[in-house]
């Protein structure tokens, strides 16, 4: 909803003026400790600096892949054209390169790969899921030789799960995070520790799982950790010091716009979760950057939070320059399916009724595509994408609300839930809790003018559980599974709100989307399988099958001239928990590996 949580309203963005909450700023580390350096400490071979402007003009460099999103748009579109329908039959292994990351400690057996990875003229930089950044040197095309690993020391015994889902370039700087909720600066050239930020207390939940996203001088850091408790916020950072300059929670506090939306007498705001698990985008013309919250905490239990629970399971358009909300939009309010909204925002100028209109294309992970006005968050069009959908009966065409939503109702049961969730016992949610589309990027292509999203399909039988934590009874989640999840690679039309095409998958797919120049669209599956396909017909062109689970987004990029698209492969801990739908897969090994295709 682009209003209050009673309907869509455009007036309320005065009323959010005021909602930017401020902390003081935790300790800048400068240097780094000692044994934090890379290894080995000089790099081979210089990359250009990665200024404000190149940033700006990013689709000037179709060779190189500057930022997460590709793009500050997010579309993660390549015009690079020379892998083509007609010959992408011809990809073949290029090189691989082993990546760390994989010995874990604890509870994560595993280090799952989650980055895309970023090349600056012809040096590519991943980070395995602990933190570690990796330089490697692919000018060569037939190799990809390391060139330094900056180990940021992460105490794998402690983070509950280990994902990291990239890195960001700001003028000789690589910029990762670490789970535990640090930011740190390493020379592109030397592999160093230059500076490291502590942004929040990993004591409180909080952690680090997406790439800062860079603007002028200014580091967009979004905070993770909501299933642990944390309350969750949008930090910007001074890229050159790390100073704090504004944060933005997306659980108020008593007395803040939206506050009203937390009941019952637990402070549950104080632990409400809206994690930002990845990168938002940003509109130079309108000077805001869009991020998507998470699910409420505890998100199976909403008699513990009652009501709508702003600003979760939510579109935040913020200031970059304050901070200050100017609108938002709530999909799923009062969620108990933990629907959280946190995935990419696709930025699209194109025609919607014969109009030119700045729109936001986005695949909720609640089984809806939603089209949306990107300069004040008015919704336009919502459409169904997942195949199997029982949670309600739609969306309405003038609010953007499920049908059932009810303004007055502090407990919302939608088409499947009874009005007490912790008496109701089991029920089966479609599509399943994680998606559809979750976290996994989507793209889209202005040749086709299509939004390309890859994802789950299935659903699960979810309970609420009495559990003791902290000597407090808490209610969280019984998942249940008892039939094989599958994927699916969907095209929808931002501009009508149509399904196109849709391909299935036997395997759920945790990878992520990329589309091309060359007419295509490259996706990967839990089992291993990176396909391409048609970017009309969603028809499949290609495959290749690399014998390890996949978790990680794929991308293109060119050095002299030549195309490659790369992967990084090597499940992480919750694909591989979903597997038990799957007997045939039971032993599939994981692995840490860097793959790239060439013609």
Not at 119 to 135: I, R
Request: with cysteine; net charge neutral; hydrophobic share 35%.
């Amino acid at each position: 909803m682009a209003s209050s949580h009673r309907g869509l309203r455009l007036a309320f963005a005065t009323a959010l003026l005021s909602s930017v909450f401020t902390i003081p700023a935790f300790a800048v580390d400068d240097p780094a400790k000692p044994g934090a350096a890379a290894t080995p400490a000089a790099a081979s071979g210089a990359s250009s600096e990665v200024t404000n402007e190149r940033l700006l003009n990013a689709d000037k460099e179709p060779q190189n892949w500057l930022m997460v999103h590709k793009e500050y748009n997010s579309t993660r579109y390549s015009p690079l054209d020379q892998i083509n329908k007609d010959n992408v039959k011809n990809l073949k292994v290029a090189f691989t390169t082993a990546i760390g990351g994989v010995p874990g400690g604890g509870n994560n057996p595993t280090g799952g790969l989650q980055a895309t990875p970023l090349v600056n003229n012809g040096f590519m930089y991943v980070v395995d899921a602990w933190g570690s950044v990796y330089k490697i040197d692919v000018r060569d095309g037939k190799r990809g030789r390391i060139v330094w690993v900056m180990d940021p020391g992460v105490n794998k015994a402690d983070v509950w799960i280990p994902s990291n889902r990239g890195v960001a370039l700001y003028k000789n700087f690589v910029i990762s995070v670490t789970g535990p909720g640090k930011v740190i600066w390493t020379n592109a050239e030397t592999g160093e520790q230059v500076r490291s930020v502590q942004v929040d207390d990993p004591k409180n939940g909080y952690a680090l799982t997406a790439p800062p996203l860079v603007i002028g001088n200014k580091l967009i850091v979004g905070g993770s950790g909501g299933d642990q408790g944390a309350r969750d916020h949008v930090t910007a950072l001074d890229a050159d010091t790390g100073a704090q300059l504004w944060r933005t929670y997306s659980v108020p506090a008593p007395g803040e716009p939206g506050s009203e939306t937390w009941g019952g007498d637990n402070n549950a705001w104080m632990h409400g979760g809206g994690a930002f698990w990845v990168t938002g985008s940003y509109d130079p013309e309108t000077k805001l950057t869009l991020w998507g919250s998470g699910q409420p905490v505890p998100m199976y239990d909403p008699e513990y939070r009652p009501g709508d629970n702003l600003y979760t399971n939510s579109t935040l358009a913020l200031d970059t320059e304050t901070g200050k909300m100017k609108w938002y939009f709530q999909y799923t309010p009062g969620d108990f399916l933990d629907f959280d909204e946190v995935g990419s925002k696709q930025l699209i100028n194109a025609k919607v009724d014969g109009q030119d209109r700045k729109l936001l294309g986005y695949f909720g992970r609640n089984g809806f595509y939603y089209v949306q006005d990107r300069t004040n968050g008015q919704f336009i069009k919502a459409s169904q994408y997942v195949k199997t959908l029982n949670w309600t009966d739609g969306i309405d065409p003038k609010t953007g609300k499920p049908v059932e939503y009810d303004p007055n109702k502090k407990l919302q049961t939608y088409k499947i839930g009874a009005p007490s969730r912790r008496a109701q016992g089991a029920m089966t949610a479609c599509p399943h809790i994680q998606g559809g589309v979750n976290m996994f990027p989507t793209s889209y292509s202005p040749k086709t003018g299509l939004s390309y999203g890859s994802g789950i399909e299935g659903c699960i039988k979810v309970t609420a559980v009495a559990e003791r934590s902290g000597g407090k009874i808490a209610w969280n989640g019984g998942l249940t599974e008892d039939q094989k999840l599958g994927g699916s690679l969907t095209a929808m039309d931002p501009t009508t709100g149509e399904r196109k095409a849709q391909t299935l998958f036997e395997y759920p797919a945790y990878s992520g989307v990329v589309s091309t120049g060359g007419g295509l669209v490259f996706t990967a599956t839990l089992d291993g399988t990176i396909t391409a396909h048609d970017d009309q017909s969603l028809k499949e062109l290609w495959s290749f099958n690399v014998g390890s689970g996949i978790s990680a987004p794929p991308m293109t990029y060119a050095v002299n001239g030549k195309q490659y698209v790369a992967i990084l492969v090597g499940h992480s801990r919750v694909p591989k928990g979903r597997l038990g739908t799957h007997p045939e897969m039971q032993d599939l090994q994981t692995t840490s590996m860097l793959y790239v295709f060439s013609l």
